[in-house]
């Protein structure tokens, strides 16, 4: 039986930058939105407040360390913090990853996801109809960004921790299918590991509702992470309670035993594929960046977590070890009710319910 290797996914937007102070007012971050939110239906479990880490600022060493401790604590190989790499000329939220590259610490596995869409801040009129304003434009550099990114990176790439896979350094990239020179981009980055003698790259791709996982092996990426949240139009009822939802100014909330099952299809062609990679998702609640416009998984305990993390992680336990990553969405987005770090309600609940399923699994 394989254990899994378990990547979570690490949001650094935890301190004030010029960008969130100029579109959001001055010291804006994530906590800011995760502080304001309110209860918007009767049990609606808001606001989220952190417990050990408190709300913290991401440019503290301390903070970094402690959050490796509890990664470990859960079981979690490693973290995969998102990159946001707008152009050769733009990039946003680098402090955190950059300090640990510079310090070599915390000693604690990672890898890099480029999230490469555009940043939009979006405004609603009475008429309850959404305007969208360009925040970050996501351009893509051609060559010679190409070659700047990748020596941006080296010193990361290079890194003994850098996550790899039979070898090959892990790099993901989360909208394959919206990046129009994919293919260009990672025959180029192959060539210039070859030249820096780095290992070959393994290039992940984010597959979900709009893109199948085998289009992004169709695009030329090595592997798909399959990220599928509860997806309301296979549900006819629930698609009318959202509607019912949305006129009278509620978030569409629905209960999480109900819809976990949506997350992972053990039967589906593609589950225990060696190029296929599932995710966990421990908990949703969109409202405090969205209000009554979000989602919310009501009923999401550690406990049902742990129902739906036993049912994947031994569905792929049949596959080999190399191979065998399971990417947690997520370790920190508070902002989208998606974490696992310790809170109010549940404590450590998530790392331990995470940490009993791989403790009760046997030796390889």
């Not at 051609?142 to 090959?168: C, M, Q, S, T």
């Not at 509860?230 to 569409?252: E, G, I, M, N, S």
């Not at 987005?333 to 974490?339: I, P, V």
Request: proline share 8%; charged share 25%.
């Amino acid at each position: 039986m394989s254990r899994p290797r378990i990547i979570a996914f690490y949001l650094p937007q935890y301190y004030p930058t010029p960008i969130n102070d100029k579109w959001y007012g001055e010291g804006f971050t994530e906590w800011t939105s995760v502080r304001k939110a309110k209860p918007l239906f009767p049990g609606h479990y808001q606001p989220h407040v952190p417990a050990d880490l408190g709300y913290y600022d991401l440019r503290d060493a301390s903070v970094r360390e402690a959050q490796a401790e509890l990664a470990r604590e859960a079981g979690i190989e490693g973290f995969c913090y998102y990159h946001y790499w707008f152009s050769q000329d733009h990039q946003e939220l680098t402090i955190p990853f950059d300090e640990v590259v510079r310090l070599k610490k915390p000693d604690f596995p990672f890898c890099l996801c480029w999230a490469n869409q555009p940043w939009y801040s979006k405004f609603w009129d009475k008429t309850r109809e959404c305007e969208p304003k360009l925040v970050a434009a996501q351009i893509y550099d051609g060559p010679e960004g190409n070659e700047k990114h990748f020596y941006a990176l080296l010193e990361a790439f290079r890194d003994p921790r850098y996550i790899r896979v039979e070898g090959r350094t892990l790099f993901m990239i989360y909208r394959p299918a919206e990046f129009p020179a994919v293919r260009e981009f990672m025959a180029q980055w192959q060539d210039l590991a070859k030249k820096n003698d780095l290992p070959p790259f393994y290039f992940i791709g984010q597959g979900g509702k709009k893109t199948a996982a085998q289009e992004v092996l169709d695009l030329g990426l090595d592997g798909a992470n399959i990220v599928h949240k509860f997806d309301v139009k296979k549900h006819a009822v629930l698609r009318q309670v959202k509607h019912v939802c949305r006129y009278f100014h509620v978030p569409f909330h629905v209960d999480y035993e109900k819809v976990m099952h949506d997350f992972f299809d053990p039967n589906a062609p593609e589950a225990l594929s060696p190029q296929f990679y599932p995710a966990l998702v421990p908990n949703w609640d969109h409202s405090p960046r969205s209000g009554w416009r979000g989602t919310v998984y009501t009923n999401s305990t550690p406990e049902n977590f742990r129902k739906h993390a036993e049912k994947v992680i031994y569905a792929c336990r049949g596959k080999d070890h190399e191979h065998n990553l399971i990417f947690l969405k997520s370790w920190n987005e508070w902002g989208e009710g998606n974490y696992m770090e310790p809170d109010a309600r549940y404590g450590k609940g998530y790392i331990r319910a995470l940490r009993s399923i791989l403790d009760g699994m046997p030796d390889d």
